[in-house]
Each structure stands twice: as structure tokens, then as C-alpha cells.
Nanobody
Framework: QAQLAESGGGSAQAGGSLSLSCVAS????????MGWFRQAPGLEREFVAA????????NYADSVKGRFTISGDNGKKTIYLQMSNLTPEDTGIYYC??????????????????????WGQGTQVTVSS
């Protein structure tokens, strides 16, 4: 019954901006963690950013620090990814993910796809030079 739905993907030029959103249904937030991953053709899925609902703490991959911002709205059960100063290396399918088990998630574990229990279908982001 739990579902995640991403939206906001599209095309942008290098230096431009895009905003993604992910609406969660059938999930209780509490101390849960939600995040964004991306996967480029021929490459492994990589961590982008995560947010912890309990205290709002955020974590970012080094490659996006200073350019991307993750935020959440508990009332709307939605997380956002605001992306600016885009580069072609940001191209890929962006996935929303949710960790819903009541377990401790370490900083290292935030980076691992297996930490997350639910995934959206992904939204394509294409950045041209």
C-alpha cells in the first residue's frame, strides 16, 4: 500500500535549475528517513541527499553540496530536491526512497540503497552543456 511518486524531472541547460518532489502515501513518518538517489546510464545508483523527519537533519553527497537542497513537508508527506547550477554530470534517473523501519540509520548507511524500504519509479533529469 505504501507508494512514492516522484515528479518534476525534465531537461535543463548547464547552469540551470530544476525542482523535484516526491509524495509519499501509506507511510508514517515519525523518525523515518527519506532520500534521493540517482542513476546514470552504465553506472551504479548513487546517493544524492537524505532528510530525517524527526529533527530535519540533512545529508548530501559531496558532488551536490552547495548546489542541491533537500527539504520536507510532513503535513503534505512530501520531500523536495531543489537543484541549481546543474551540470551534465547530474543527468540520470532520480529516485525517491524511504526508510520506514524503526531502526537506527548511521551516516554510512544513509548512502546505501539497501537501507531504504520503498522506492518510487524514478523521474528523468537531463542536463545539456
Amino acid at each position: 500500500q505504501a507508494q512514492l511518486a516522484e515528479s518534476g524531472g525534465g531537461s535543463a541547460q548547464a547552469g540551470g535549475s530544476l525542482s523535484l518532489s516526491c509524495v509519499a502515501s501509506g507511510l508514517a513518518f515519525g523518525n523515518n528517513v527519506m532520500g534521493w538517489f540517482r542513476q546514470a546510464p552504465g553506472l551504479e545508483r548513487e546517493f544524492v541527499a537524505a532528510i530525517r523527519w524527526n529533527d530535519g537533519n540533512t545529508n548530501y553527497a559531496d558532488s551536490v553540496k552547495g548546489r542541491f537542497t533537500i527539504s520536507g513537508d510532513n503535513g503534505k508527506k512530501t520531500i523536495y530536491l531543489q537543484m541549481s547550477n546543474l551540470t551534465p554530470e547530474d543527468t540520470g534517473i532520480y529516485y525517491c526512497a524511504a526508510h520506514v523501519r524503526d531502526t537506527i540509520v548511521t551516516i554510512d548507511e544513509l548512502l546505501l540503497p539497501q537501507t531504504y524500504d520503498y522506492w518510487g519509479q524514478g523521474t528523468q533529469v537531463t542536463v545539456s552543456s
